[in-house]
């Protein structure tokens, strides 16, 4: 009776590990890749300011969850990444045209030349 009680306790316990490292290894979350060329004219800090608004646009859109500004390594033409995660599809559909993307396109679309972006979940 022991090895039997033992036996289930591991069984669930494995099933229990199996379900939660599926769930963490495919999150509903939506990831937004940006990476940006800043037009020739841009101001140190007015690129400083545009980051920054990505920064702060958790505190004013609570389906962005985190954010990421700093650039490591970048290649070809762009000149700056940045990232934000949504906590899934519909919270990303609804920050398009909302107040909080309209206030930090003020700072961000008049020195922005061009960019790429890539939105990616599972």
Partial sequence: MK???????????????????????????????????????????????ALDGVVALPSKYKGITHVWVKSIKVQGDKTHAFVME????????????????????????PIRDESTTFDITN
């Fill in 3 to 49: 090895k039997f009680i033992t036996t289930l306790l591991a069984v669930g316990l494995l099933a229990f590990a199996a379900t939660t490292a599926s769930a963490q290894t495919a999150p509903k979350s939506v990831i937004h890749v940006v990476t940006v060329k800043f037009k020739a004219d841009a101001k140190p800090e007015q690129i400083k300011a």
């Fill in 86 to 109: 949504f906590a899934d599809e519909a919270a990303l559909k609804a920050y398009t045209d909302s107040p909080a993307q309209k206030e930090w396109y003020k700072s961000y679309l």
